[in-house]
């Protein structure tokens, strides 16, 4: 039978968030139930929330950051179990059939993969609910494994600030040796410092704010360049081989392309909106590249949380109640928070 669920989403984009009932489906064979005790919050939440991007459909109900108990699991499940801790990232379903699903590249399905939330599901069309809720139920292919002794306060993050930074660096065969730099401190920046110097990379934070050098190097950055100051730009020319860029909007690349060496890449992860043009010499000249790059699939997910767990690595966490969320919307457009912000679903929903 269908279960019903609490939540809390909104109406239209200049609605706040509120608490909402609504079904969830009744188990199918391959799926497992989940009761959700930590959601993490990410900027696409926000953006959705208030339609920034067009196509949101509403009542929306955010949130793909998702740990969890499994409660129940279906008929056809073997891979988990009732009292398992699981964690859910950005998407629940997809065709399983195709070339990108058979590689383990599940977020490229060809027949489009069914996001986490405001997407519509492969047999009854219903419109996805995400992790600002009690419960949730997800295709058992989707749901990865907490590994033992993981800190489940502090996973939901990583499911999608985690696999966003750690899928590139992986894909780039970033690791000892490896001179590397990340744009930007914020969610996504503060993972790729991480998860660079936990691969054994020499990790240097390009950022904006000379105050923020301070917080790179606790993180694990082993140099710092304000990309205001000319003469430090300067300096840095043809010195890295790989740049993580996490700046979440539209930027000019120009002067971070002049900071790769031969062969190297810069791989964007954080702009999705149109971006200025580069000059091709500096693309050209010395061998360069450009890319970007999307969360990982499904094994590469798992594998980043068993990386995770091996080297005691979590995003920085500020814990909130659910009721808290609209506070920590209008904190999100500042940027006041240091990095992200994890809803504890046993308070305020």
Same mark, same amino acid.
């Given at each position: 039978?269908?279960?019903?669920?609490?939540?809390?989403?909104?109406?239209?984009?200049?609605?706040?968030?509120?608490?909402?009932?609504?079904?969830?489906?009744?188990?199918?064979?391959?799926?497992?139930?989940?009761?959700?005790?930590?959601?993490?919050?990410?900027?696409?939440?926000?953006?959705?929330?208030?339609?920034?991007?067009?196509?949101?459909?509403?009542?929306?109900?955010?949130?793909?950051?998702?740990?969890?108990?499994?409660?129940?699991?279906?008929?056809?499940?073997?891979?988990?179990?009732?009292?398992?801790?699981?964690?859910?990232?950005?998407?629940?379903?997809?065709?399983?059939?195709?070339?990108?699903?058979?590689?383990?590249?599940?977020?490229?399905?060809?027949?489009?993969?069914?996001?986490?939330?405001?997407?519509?599901?492969? %047999?009854?069309?219903?419109?996805?609910?995400?992790?600002?809720?009690?419960?949730?139920?997800?295709?058992? %292919?989707?749901?990865?494994?907490?590994?033992?002794?993981?800190?489940?306060?502090?996973?939901?993050?990583?499911?999608?600030?985690?696999?966003?930074?750690?899928?590139?660096?992986?894909?780039?065969?970033?690791?000892?040796?490896?001179?590397?730099?990340?744009?930007?401190?914020?969610?996504?920046? %503060?993972?790729?410092?991480?998860?660079?110097?936990?691969?054994?990379? %020499?990790?240097?934070?390009?950022?904006?704010?000379?105050?923020?050098?301070?917080?790179?190097?606790?993180?694990?950055?082993?140099?710092?360049?304000?990309?205001?100051?000319?003469?430090?730009?300067?300096?840095?020319?043809?010195?890295?081989?790989?740049?993580?860029?996490?700046?979440?909007?539209?930027?000019?690349?120009?002067?971070?392309?002049?900071?790769?060496?031969?062969?190297?890449?810069?791989?964007?992860?954080?702009?999705?909106?149109?971006?200025?043009?580069?000059?091709?010499?500096?693309?050209?000249?010395?061998?360069?590249?450009?890319?970007?790059?999307?969360?990982?699939?499904?094994?590469?997910?798992?594998?980043?949380?068993?990386?995770?767990?091996?080297?005691?690595?979590?995003?920085?966490?500020?814990?909130?109640?659910?009721?808290?969320?609209?506070?920590?919307?209008?904190?999100?457009?500042?940027?006041?928070?240091?990095?992200?912000?994890?809803?504890?679903?046993?308070?305020?929903?």
């Amino acid at each position: 039978m269908p279960t019903q669920a609490k939540g809390w989403g909104t109406d239209a984009p200049d609605q706040p968030l509120r608490p909402m009932e609504f079904e969830r489906r009744d188990l199918r064979p391959n799926d497992v139930a989940i009761k959700i005790t930590y959601a993490g919050i990410c900027h696409s939440d926000l953006h959705t929330a208030r339609n920034d991007w067009g196509g949101t459909r509403y009542p929306v109900i955010p949130g793909h950051e998702i740990v969890g108990t499994v409660t129940e699991v279906g008929a056809d499940v073997t891979d988990h179990k009732v009292g398992d801790t699981v964690a859910v990232g950005c998407m629940v379903d997809s065709c399983m059939a195709c070339d990108q699903c058979l590689e383990g590249w599940e977020v490229f399905c060809r027949e489009g993969c069914v996001q986490t939330y405001n997407s519509p599901d492969r %047999h009854d069309h219903t419109i996805s609910k995400g992790g600002y809720t009690d419960h949730i139920v997800v295709r058992d %292919h989707f749901v990865c494994k907490v590994p033992d002794g993981m800190d489940a306060s502090k996973t939901a993050p990583l499911l999608c600030a985690g696999i966003t930074t750690y899928s590139p660096l992986r894909q780039y065969n970033v690791g000892e040796g490896t001179k590397m730099a990340v744009v930007g401190l914020g969610g996504l920046g %503060h993972m790729g410092v991480k998860l660079g110097a936990a691969m054994g990379a %020499h990790v240097t934070m390009i950022t904006t704010t000379p105050e923020k050098g301070e917080d790179a190097r606790r993180l694990g950055a082993h140099d710092v360049i304000v990309s205001t100051d000319p003469e430090q730009m300067k300096a840095a020319a043809t010195r890295f081989d790989f740049i993580l860029n996490t700046i979440p909007v539209s930027h000019e690349i120009d002067g971070y392309l002049n900071l790769l060496g031969r062969s190297g890449r810069m791989v964007i992860v954080g702009a999705l909106t149109p971006m200025p043009g580069f000059t091709g010499f500096n693309i050209i000249w010395w061998n360069r590249a450009v890319g970007g790059s999307a969360i990982g699939g499904i094994p590469e997910t798992q594998e980043m949380l068993d990386f995770c767990a091996a080297n005691g690595i979590y995003p920085d966490c500020e814990m909130i109640r659910m009721d808290e969320v609209n506070d920590a919307y209008e904190r999100l457009l500042k940027n006041d928070v240091r990095y992200r912000f994890v809803i504890d679903m046993a308070h305020g929903l």
